[in-house]
């Protein structure tokens, strides 16, 4: 069963003139249970498609189908149960006056639990953030440890499709690579969906089964992560990409 | 001693162990920040001061403020019993510059709590819902930041009728539209910052974004600006009260008492001056305060 299907995908800022078509004709799918990326160099359309799927970015035409359902442009609240999001910049996706246990219980309420406290435990524990990261304020944390209350906030209200606008890129190498252990242990854990964007190819061959490549808003090829390992891209672009990369 | 460093160390945590005692570590620090801010000290030291005067008025008023004399008009400086002297119908000065605090502190309160508060409320909306509210909002705020704000004022006292509490409310008319512009240019810089994207995506409806989200980081710089409006408020209450359409006689009023004292300024020059150096002080007072606070409250501040 396919988690996530697009058919067709137009994004697009602006009106008549003005007009940037962001995303062009994006057709792929991930089956349930799959780590999808997308990859493309900056401004090829890969974190409009997410903000695409969230409703973050109003105006698409085209089919996107989450679990079967076709997703309509104003999104119920189920929508947001079942789809959650990690933006790319830790430093910007915290409120800055809001300690993690707000941020937390916030996002808890919301989506109607009632035994807050505990939940709140549990989601830092599964992040690997201990009990005393509960009280501090996003200034009072590190990169990689807002990056993992950024997760844990994503899991809160346990989704099944977790939408990854490139998790690691603000982040030094030493603390992607936990940022990304962590991401494929919780996969593993609560059988999550991954739809990934990045420019980082190697990233994308660690985290991932399948992936596209983006170029200016279209997509130029869909390969397996064996496909890539073995340098067997046939699109010329993505010939281009995988050999800069090595 | 033991007892104050295990409390200093407990607020200055960098592991609060419970919500409370995240606030109160906090808040603590941002007193601290302030606190070696000598200018903003000796600022809110004299507010702090000019509260107190003001609650312990009748203890600490040498006379009656209403009382006259009719045998000591315009008594100097340092005289018998009057420190400042007294105005023209025989009335201790002093006196009248202690119950006057209470007057000042009555109109600065409610301009600082009516003003802000509806300058917020139309700036936030207007800026997080857009579209055709935020031009309708936006063109009112056009209209009312179009009058000269003494002019305005003038205009809503002669309609409403002279008195304090119209003065009031005609200074805070005039005084809101300000405050929506910064609210405003806040919120759309807040509006698209990737932590108002999170909440959306957890299915936060306006109302809870806009109170919840976006006020807290509003209110900051809205405090600043209104500390440093301050002197602006106490000086357009104190014009209202020159022209005679603030505070009634013989209300000690420190905008009236000037303008009393300026029909004998070349002869008796203290009538007029005391209390302008009263209103001068308060004004720099609130001008200092403002400024420190803008360097605690900045948010950009506490990364």
Known sequence: MNMLEINGLNVWFGTARDRVDAVKGATFDVAKGQSFGLVGESGSGKSTILRAITGLAPTWSGSIKVAGETVEHKRHKSFFKTVQMVFQDPYASLHPRHSVDQVLGETLHLHGFKDIDNRVVKLLDDVGLGQKFRFRYPHQLSGGQRQRVAIARALAPEPTLLLLDEPTSALDVSVQAEILNLLADLRAEHGLTYLMVSHDLSVVGHMCDRLAVMKDGEIVEIMDVAALQGMQAKHPYSRQLLEASV | ?303
């Not at chain 2, 005039?174 to 810089?189: F, H, N, Q």
């Not at chain 2, 306006?206 to 600043?224: D, G, N």
């Not at chain 2, 009393?260 to 002869?267: N, P």
Request: with cysteine.
């Open chain 2, 1 to 303: 001693m033991s007892q104050t460093q295990t409390l200093r160390a407990w607020l200055l945590t960098d592991t609060p162990t419970s919500r409370r005692h995240a606030k109160l570590s906090a808040i603590y620090q941002g007193w601290l920040s302030f606190r070696s801010n000598t200018m903003a000290m000796i600022g809110l030291g004299i507010l702090v001061l000019l509260v107190l005067v003001a609650a312990a008025a009748p203890i600490l008023a040498p006379h009656d403020p209403f009382a006259q004399d009719l045998g000591n008009r315009l008594a100097p400086l340092w005289s018998d019993s009057h420190v400042f002297g007294t105005d023209s119908l025989g009335r201790d000065i002093l006196s009248r510059l202690i119950y006057g605090a209470r007057i000042t502190l009555y109109i600065v309160g409610l301009v600082a709590l009516i003003a802000p508060i509806l300058g917020l409320l139309v700036g936030t909306v207007s800026g997080y819902v857009g579209g055709w509210v935020d031009v309708v909002l936006m063109r009112i705020t056009d209209i009312f930041l179009a009058f000269p704000r003494l002019v305005l004022a003038l205009a809503f006292v002669a309609a409403l009728g002279a008195g304090i509490e119209n003065a009031v409310l005609a200074i805070s008319l005039t005084a809101w539209p300000p405050y929506a512009r910064i609210a405003r240019a806040e919120t759309l810089t807040i509006r698209s910052s990737d932590y108002i994207s999170a909440i959306q995506l957890q299915g936060a409806g306006a109302l809870r974004i806009i109170t919840k989200h976006i006020w807290p980081l509003c209110i900051s710089s809205l405090i600043v600006r209104v500390t440093l409006d301050m002197a602006g408020i106490i000086l357009a209450a104190a014009g209202l009260g020159f022209l005679g359409l603030g505070a009634q006689p013989p209300s000690p009023e420190w905008g009236a008492m000037i303008s009393e004292g300026r029909r004998f300024i070349l002869d008796h020059w203290w009538v007029a001056t005391v209390p302008g150096l009263a209103i001068f002080t308060v004004s720099l007072a609130f001008n200092l305060l403002g400024d420190g606070l803008r360097d605690v409250l900045d948010p950009k501040a506490g990364e």
